[in-house]
């Protein structure tokens, strides 16, 4: 008897811009889908209540990504710092994908090294999280996260 399994694969796009829109930098990162956000995905098979995934929030943290983890390491607010602004679904190729900005605002300033994504404003399950090397923006700056998780035949 063949045996089906499912893995899920998170790419982030991010994408720094100065003042002027002008692209300053920009990364292509892998991320790990959590054990937290596996047992959410399944839980919403069930018809739980769980909320959908929803925010993004960034970090300082370097220790690298685990699937034990259930929040950033070092997040630079104890609140999600960006509502994600869209959130697509891509039947055909298994993926949704989440675009958050981050606020051009204190704390929100400095070298980021790390984000995730989350259900909620506060607490809540994390779905996945990614390290990168720093990116270093300033209070002008406009930092664009774009999350793509896609499920995939093992």
Known sequence: MKQESIKFIG????ELRD?????KDTREI??????????HIISR?????QGIMSHVAVGTGTTDAAAAQTALVTPLDARR???VTTQ?????????????????TAPYVGAITE??????LTDGTMLAR??????NKTANDTLTITWRITATPA
């Open 88 to 104: 697509t679904q891509n039947v055909a190729n298994d993926t949704i994908q989440f675009v958050a900005t981050v606020p051009d």
């Open 45 to 49: 098979l069930t018809g739980t209540t």
């Open 19 to 23: 003042e002027n829109g002008v692209l």
């Open 115 to 120: 984000a995730g994504v989350f259900n909620a």
């Open 11 to 14: 790419e982030v796009t991010a």
């Open 130 to 135: 990614t390290v990168f090397d720093a990116i």
């Open 81 to 83: 710092v960006a509502t």
């Open 30 to 39: 892998h991320n790990l889908v959590v054990s937290s956000g596996l047992v």
